[in-house]
């Protein structure tokens, strides 16, 4: 800035030149349009926030719902008790073990055509029971299950027993009962057991090894019948052997009818004997008495005539027991 001195009535004063005006405006132009250029960065800005704020709502949002469908999915699995892997292994189907119906026809000793009705559950012989084990003939362990003339299959399935046999297969890396219910008649004799036997092995259904049976009641009879026709009889008695390894009888009156000879053939033919009754069941616990004088084990249990009702889960204890035992 010029400023120039002069004396004006003794006083001194300064004028500023027109340099000085000039600046000013100078000066008050470039703060001007700094000050509008500074205001259009800001906005420019603001207008590019605006315009990603979309964007990232939509990935939080995108990101939020994958959350809560993985929270979901971790809920459905912990609520069921099951993993990824356990959904898995249930959609192949290898190592579950469900309970199936079927059918089977074989002649009766009249020259008559029947129809036998089974429940099956566990490994069935030659198949493959999971993705990595394979169930044999020789290492499966098979149990029959007869009724009583009250009952039928259907009470082996109701009761709930036929379920906890089942799952025993699932309880186990190597499971390999396999258990089916018979529909078969009480009127059944021996000739009838091994004709139904014969037409289950030819469906599949069992190995063609021996096997144990459960004779509850009335059902008894068949394996009696079996013993009354293999007494003196050698081609009988090696059917009886091939087909039998395990009978346990479950209050079966037809024991109380036939000979020790009958009966001494099981014995004799080492298929060991378990005999098993209710304390609330005289005759049941006379059956166990004779069986056990011939070398029969005896069990009693809580209960009436079907004791296996009664107390199922002491009754699948002494039938797992005994068959673990002989290494049935």
């Not at 036997?197 to 009641?217: I, Q």
Request: aromatic share 6%; hydrophobic share 35%; with cysteine.
């Amino acid at each position: 800035v010029s400023v120039r001195r002069s004396n004006n009535g003794g006083r001194s004063t300064f004028r500023v030149t027109l340099y000085a005006a000039i600046l000013a405006f100078a000066l008050t132009t470039a703060i001007y349009l700094l000050s509008n250029d500074t205001m259009s960065s800001s906005a420019s800005s603001l207008s590019q926030e605006e315009e990603v704020s979309p964007h990232k709502a939509m990935m939080t949002t995108t990101l939020d719902s994958k959350k809560t469908v993985a929270a979901e999915s971790s809920a459905l699995r912990a609520s069921t008790g099951s993993s990824t892997e356990e959904y898995e292994r249930d959609e192949e189907g290898g190592d579950l073990m469900t309970i199936t119906q079927g059918s089977v026809i074989y002649e009766t000793q009249q020259h008559s055509s029947a129809t036998l009705d089974y429940y099956h559950c566990g490994p069935l012989p030659n198949t493959k029971k999971s993705t990595t084990t394979t169930t044999t003939s020789s290492s499966l362990s098979e149990l029959v299950l007869l009724h009583g003339a009250a009952f039928t299959k259907e009470d082996w399935k109701s009761s709930g027993i036929l379920d906890k046999f089942c799952d025993i297969n699932n309880n186990e890396d190597e499971g390999n009962l396999s258990t089916t219910a018979w529909d078969l008649p009480v009127s059944a004799n021996g000739d009838d057991l091994i004709a139904a036997y014969t037409a289950m092995v030819e469906k599949g259904a069992l190995s063609g090894g021996a096997v144990t049976f459960v004779t509850p009641s009335a059902s008894g009879k068949a394996l009696t019948s079996l013993g009354e026709s293999t007494d003196n009889d050698a081609q009988q008695n090696d059917k009886l052997k091939l087909m039998v390894n395990g009978w346990i009888s479950v209050a079966s009156g037809s024991v109380l009818k036939t000979t020790d000879e009958a009966l001494s053939t099981y014995f004799q033919a080492s298929v060991p004997v378990l005999a098993i009754h209710g304390d609330e069941d005289a005759m049941g616990k006379k059956v166990t008495e004779r069986l056990v004088r011939l070398g029969a084990k005896g069990v009693e249990l809580e209960g009436r005539h079907p004791v296996y009702l009664d107390s199922p889960d002491e009754f699948i204890m002494e039938v797992l027991k005994f068959m673990d035992e002989h290494g049935l």
